[in-house]
């Protein structure tokens, strides 16, 4: 009876470590004062504005694109316009979009 107690506490720690870790998106924010700086970060990268919207949770959200890469910003509750690893991506050759980590090293080096 001690060693199912032990066994069931040891899953709840180690099933509750993956819902306690920081996203991506948590880890490293990129924000800018207004959305001219945001937009003027993703032109450095021949990205363009397509367009925004909110997502289920009343967040705005920004998007933009260019024929390699593409950046994702959400306007913040202070009103920065912020970005993260989660959401800038480079395309595929067959289109297909995947995040890659160079393309952000690559967008912050630029700053």
Request: proline share 3%; with cysteine.
């Amino acid at each position: 009876m001690i060693i199912r107690a032990v066994l069931l506490l040891l899953l709840i720690v180690f099933c509750a470590s993956f819902f306690v870790r920081p996203s991506s998106a948590q880890e490293v924010m990129y924000c800018f004062n207004n959305f001219n700086e945001a937009r003027e970060k993703a032109q450095e990268h021949d990205e363009k504005f397509i367009w925004s919207g909110f997502n289920l949770l009343g967040i705005e959200m920004f998007f933009f694109d260019g024929d390699k890469t593409w950046t994702v910003f959400i306007k913040s509750d202070t009103g920065l316009y912020c970005t993260s690893p989660a959401l800038i991506g480079v395309k595929t050759p067959k289109g297909v979009q995947t995040r890659y980590r160079k393309s952000l090293q690559n967008f912050m080096l630029k700053s």
